[in-house]
């Protein structure tokens, strides 16, 4: 096929048929803002930075940037760069409610909890409702020990929110802060009768019944857990506490190997791995897995002290006297050390060293000064002996309980911090896999390296459309990676370059649309397309592209408008009637399929555009009609996961869960281990 991307075709292009960085953002503050916050939609932190940072110099005076790169920098975890552009747009204008709530959500994270609670007060003042400011405010009363505080705010969320399951874990977390575990599991039962696959509530009743003694009990609770968050590698770690508990150490061991192929520097799980490994006379496995966690955490003295005796039993007398002499420096009365240095000099022929370590103990046993510390010890040591506290925190450094295993003591699952749907696009925790379609193919420079995927087909599927993979590294890819700076930069300068008052070849004009592409600034690759199509009507790439960017352009403006609140991207409308979002939606994918459709008369059979139709049709509710075309997909390119994936949510929302769960179980063994998590959901 004749690529006529390269043909020579004058295309002469008005100001307003680009879309500049620096020069844009001069003309029109809010088209830069309205571009930053696409690309804050797409996740892209690092160029909404560049886009705020532009309208900031262009507008000082304006609020809305401030508010937007301190988002931006929020998802980044740069929290006191949030905390200081939120102020900085209240300043500008205090009635920007939204900025005292990133502002409070980023205190919150940083531990300025009194400071964080000032700026929940304002957001309830505005909206009594605010789900996440009442979820919040609830956390920080009951870290700041504000009883009656908590239960009004507790009360007040129950109130507005009576189908809240997380309101009842927070809930449950502060009866068992003042001791009422009945209370409690009251609670976190009434949050898994709400949702089932709230896995912090089993997690919860994992940790009463392990202090009441079951342990079985425990196990069972973690094992439900786990359905629901396979990869917690913390998970496997308590797990294999409990299986201790209950004398199963092959099992214990199991767990914390594979806690550590989950998190291979998880040093609690190799820490405790290397205990058992002591134990069940495993010593050369032992003494690496200590030498990890020492490696990793050199001030670890549990493992130092733990090491040293391995290295005495093998005959490695210098390791075990550095390890000692380092502890002994640390703890100068902790009398085993003392001894097992006094072994370890003795290996090395230092006889005087050792009947002086060996005088000093004694004296510290025996001496009327330290007569007292030392009943104290030895009976700590007794109690250790009969090992009636095997397990300890990992907070906890008595360095007299060596031999017993760690387990994590993370904050309760109800102690996180809320994220909510309105207008925080931040992380501060993933508290659920969000269901939503693998994304639309589309042209790009660049593509992100997924080792989970099975097949990589982006140069094949860039051959076939006519575009200059080998020359210039145009792909069609459909996931792409986050640029650095310095990438993204050239890409913005080329645009700022870009003279729009001469004609221009389609070849330079395609590339001004990709360097529009790669800074989100899908109208404006829109209406670049749009150009190239008028000059070159039978080349299937712009057609490709501007249907592909169209969506994108579209799925932006909606969640700046707050569309998503009430129709997902599935398209399951929460209203009845036909909106006129609906029609404007509706129109924009019926141009999109008409481009597509373009593409596969062009190319029939073409793969990324019979996606791209499926995406659409299901994004419209058009369940039936997108399950045809990713069979047509399937069919062209079985080993392709994403298309098992979308495939499977469609025919959930049709109901057909058997052959949903057939297509998720499909898509995870092609590496989208996500779909398992789906799968345990939909049970």
């Given at each position: 096929m004749l690529k006529v991307f390269w043909r020579v075709v004058l295309i002469v292009m008005g100001l307003l048929g680009g879309s500049t960085l620096a020069l844009q953002a001069q003309i029109d503050t809010q088209r830069v803002i309205s571009v930053g916050q696409n690309a804050i939609y797409f996740k892209d932190y690092v160029l909404a930075i560049q886009y705020f940072n532009s309208a900031i110099?262009?507008?000082?005076?304006?609020?809305?940037?401030?508010?937007?790169?301190?988002?931006?920098?929020?998802?980044?975890?740069?929290?006191?760069?949030?905390?200081?552009?939120?102020?900085?747009?209240?300043?500008?204008?205090?009635f920007l409610v939204g900025s005292y709530y990133l502002r409070a959500i980023s205190r919150h994270t940083l531990g300025k909890d009194s400071l964080a609670l000032e700026d929940y007060k304002v957001v309830l003042q505005d909206n009594p409702d605010h789900k996440g400011a009442l979820h919040n405010s609830a956390l920080l009363r009951m870290a700041l020990k504000d009883s009656i505080g908590t239960r009004a705010t507790l009360d007040h969320l129950h109130r507005y929110?009576?189908?809240?399951?997380?309101?009842?874990?927070?809930?449950?977390?502060?009866?068992?802060?003042?001791?009422?575990?009945?209370?409690?599991?009251?609670?976190?039962?009434k949050a898994l009768a709400i949702s089932p696959t709230l896995s912090g509530a089993y997690l919860s009743m994992a940790g009463i019944?392990?202090?009441?003694?079951?342990?079985?009990?425990?196990?069972?609770?973690?094992?439900?857990?786990?359905?629901?968050?396979?990869?917690?590698?913390?998970l496997y770690l308590n797990r294999g506490i409990v299986r201790y508990q209950q004398y199963n150490i092959k099992g214990a061991m199991a767990d914390y190997s594979i806690a550590i192929e989950l998190d291979p520097t998880n040093t609690l799980a190799l820490y405790n791995r290397a205990l058992l490994r002591s134990q069940v006379g495993e010593i050369n496995a032992a003494q690496e897995d200590f030498n990890k966690v020492v490696q990793r955490e050199p001030n670890n003295y549990f493992a130092l002290f733990n090491r040293a005796i391995i290295s005495n039993q093998i005959g490695d007398y210098q390791v075990a006297e550095a390890d000692l002499d380092r502890i002994i420096e640390?703890?100068?009365?902790?009398?085993?050390?003392?001894?097992?240095?006094?072994?370890?000099?003795?290996?090395?022929?230092?006889?005087?060293?050792?009947?002086?370590?060996?005088?000093?103990?004694?004296?510290?046993?025996?001496?009327?000064?330290?007569?007292?510390?030392?009943?104290?010890?030895?009976?700590?040591?007794?109690?250790?002996?009969?090992?009636?506290?095997?397990?300890?925190?990992?907070?906890?450094d008595n360095i007299q309980k060596f031999r017993s295993l760690v387990y994590a003591s993370q904050q309760k699952a109800y102690d996180e911090l809320y994220t909510e749907e309105q207008g925080i696009r931040g992380r501060i925790q993933d508290r659920e896999v969000l269901i939503e379609p693998e994304p639309l193919f589309t042209l790009s420079y660049y593509v992100a390296v997924d080792k989970q995927l099975k097949t990589n087909t982006n140069t094949a599927y860039s051959s076939a459309i006519g575009l200059p993979t080998e020359e210039y590294g145009v792909l069609v890819v459909e996931h792409l990676?986050?640029?650095?700076?310095?990438?993204?930069?050239?890409?913005?300068?080329?645009?700022?370059?870009?003279?729009?008052?001469?004609?221009?070849?389609?070849?330079?004009?395609?590339?001004?649309?990709?360097?529009?592409?790669?800074?989100?600034?899908?109208?404006?690759v829109v209406q670049t397309m749009g150009q190239i199509i008028e000059a070159i009507p039978d080349d299937p790439a712009p057609y490709f592209q501007r249907a592909t960017s169209r969506i994108l352009a579209y799925e932006a403006e909606s969640a700046k408008d707050g569309e998503r609140n009430s129709q997902n991207r599935l398209g399951i409308s929460m209203n009845s009637t036909l909106s006129k979002e609906y029609l404007k939606k509706k129109a924009i994918s019926e141009e999109a399929l008409t481009d597509l459709k373009e593409v596969l008369e062009l190319i029939p059979n073409y793969v990324p555009a019979l996606f791209n139709i499926a995406y659409i049709k299901a994004s419209m509710g058009n369940y039936s009609e997108a399950i045809e075309y990713y069979n047509q997909v399937l069919k062209l390119e079985p080993t392709l996961g994403s298309a098992y994936f979308n495939r499977g949510l469609c025919h959930y929302a049709i109901g057909e869960k058997q052959l949903g769960d057939n297509d998720l179980s499909q898509a995870g063994a092609l590496g989208y281990f996500k779909a398992y998590s789906i799968i345990k959901r939909m049970k």
């Open positions: 110099q262009s507008a000082p005076y304006l609020a809305e940037p401030y508010y937007y790169r301190g988002l931006s920098k929020y998802s980044l975890d740069d929290y006191l760069g949030a905390e200081a552009d939120s102020s900085a747009a209240i300043e500008r204008n205090p929110y009576p189908d809240y399951a997380e309101g009842y874990m927070i809930d449950g977390g502060f009866q068992l802060e003042r001791g009422d575990t009945v209370a409690a599991i009251d609670l976190f039962e019944s392990y202090d009441r003694g079951n342990y079985s009990e425990a196990e069972g609770y973690i094992n439900r857990a786990m359905e629901y968050m396979p990869d917690r590698a913390e640390r703890y100068p009365t902790f009398l085993p050390a003392l001894v097992e240095r006094a072994d370890a000099r003795t290996g090395q022929g230092k006889s005087q060293a050792a009947r002086e370590d060996l005088y000093l103990a004694s004296k510290m046993t025996y001496d009327k000064g330290t007569l007292q510390k030392a009943t104290s010890q030895q009976a700590k040591q007794a109690a250790l002996a009969e090992e009636t506290e095997r397990v300890r925190s990992e907070k906890d990676p986050q640029l650095s700076q310095a990438e993204l930069q050239k890409h913005i300068n080329a645009v700022d370059s870009f003279d729009l008052s001469i004609p221009h070849s389609a070849e330079a004009m395609m590339h001004l649309a990709l360097d529009q592409l790669t800074i989100k600034d899908h109208d404006a």
